[in-house]
Structures are given as structure tokens and as C-alpha cells.
């Protein structure tokens, strides 16, 4: 089975699979000053405590294997500063891959997350079969919004969602950066 790098180098950034039990003190601690920042948008930081962190971990090695999940921790001057992934859903059919990303109040804006994801691209579209690559957030998440707008990603649609998180609106914007065509003609 063709897996995406355990460990990728971005300079002085680096996305590296996380490392089970061992991330766990550094992982619950970024969430949990991370907490206000990602309280409006993701509905999992209302249960979060060491017991639901040690549990996402304990599932990465296991999701990876099975080549279903690829969870990277982001890493920044040697601490974990975030996260991002790269994972199907039933919502993502026919040879299509999802990221989600989320980083620490203190490092956004600085165009983390878009390197990140730009990193996660190129390994989607290196393993077999990947037609096309989706990022999916509220539309009232303009930071969410920002990294595909910025990295090529077209609008593909929008969907009705459940509103589980304070902030959100009832529906997704799905964005999509399907695979470069391999016969297309060159630009000049």
C-alpha cells in the first residue's frame, strides 16, 4: 500500500506523524490553550480532556495503517503548533481525499497552515488514484476560507450541515483542487 511521508520538511516548519502516548502532554496542552480559539468552529473541544486526547492518538497509528487517516502533528521551532490531516470520508468518494487543519491562537498568520496544506496536496496527489483533493469549513470561518482560496482551490459547492459548534452557520463550503492533468499543454 503507497502511504504519504511519515515526516515532511518544510524549512523550519515540519509535519510529522505523531508519535502515540508520547505526544500526549504537549498534544492536550497546545488544546488546551487553544481552546477559545477553536471552541467557535469545531465541536470536539467540548469534550476535550486527556482521556479524549490519549484516545485520538491511541486511533493514528491503527487509521494510518489502514490508510484511511493521515494525522500529522505541526511543528514549529521544535513544539508541536497544531494539526492537520489528511483523511476520506463517505462525503469524499471516487478517488477524493479531505484536509483539516487547525493551529495554536499564537502561530496563525503567518501562513502555517497554508504550507501545511500545500504539503498535504502533494502527498494526496503522489498516492494512486487520488482524482481530487476537498477542504470543507463553515463559510463564517474566513481564516478556514483564506488557505484554499490562496492555494488554487475553486469553490465546488455548498451543503447543508449541522450546526454542532457555537459559530457555525448550518453549511458547509466545500472547496476542491482536483488533480493537474498530466496531458494538459504547458503554460508559458
Do not use: K
Request: net charge negative; hydrophobic share 40%; aromatic share 8%.
Amino acid at each position: 500500500m503507497d502511504l504519504p511521508q511519515p515526516v515532511i520538511e518544510l524549512n523550519d516548519l515540519t509535519l510529522r506523524r505523531f508519535h502515540g502516548e508520547a505526544d500526549l502532554p504537549e498534544l492536550h496542552r497546545v488544546i488546551d490553550e487553544s481552546l477559545e480559539h477553536l471552541r467557535p468552529w469545531m465541536a470536539w473541544v467540548a469534550d476535550h480532556n486527556p482521556a479524549s486526547t490519549a484516545g485520538f492518538l491511541s486511533r493514528r497509528a491503527e487509521r494510518w495503517a489502514a490508510g484511511t487517516e493521515f494525522s500529522y502533528a505541526i511543528v514549529l521551532d521544535g513544539a508541536i503548533v497544531g494539526l492537520c490531516d489528511l483523511f476520506r470520508r463517505e462525503e469524499t468518494p471516487g478517488g477524493g481525499w479531505e484536509i483539516g487543519y487547525w493551529l495554536h491562537p499564537a502561530v496563525t498568520g503567518r501562513g502555517l497552515a497554508t504550507r501545511a496544506v500545500r504539503a498535504l496536496v502533494e502527498q494526496a496527489f503522489a498516492l494512486p488514484g487520488t482524482a481530487y483533493v476537498e477542504i470543507v469549513h463553515d463559510p463564517a470561518n474566513r481564516a478556514s476560507g483564506a488557505v484554499p482560496a490562496r492555494l488554487g482551490f475553486t469553490e465546488h459547492g455548498r451543503r447543508p450541515a449541522e450546526r454542532l459548534a457555537p459559530a457555525e452557520t448550518g453549511e458547509d463550503r466545500i472547496w476542491r483542487l482536483t488533480r493537474p492533468s498530466a496531458t494538459a499543454p504547458a503554460t508559458p
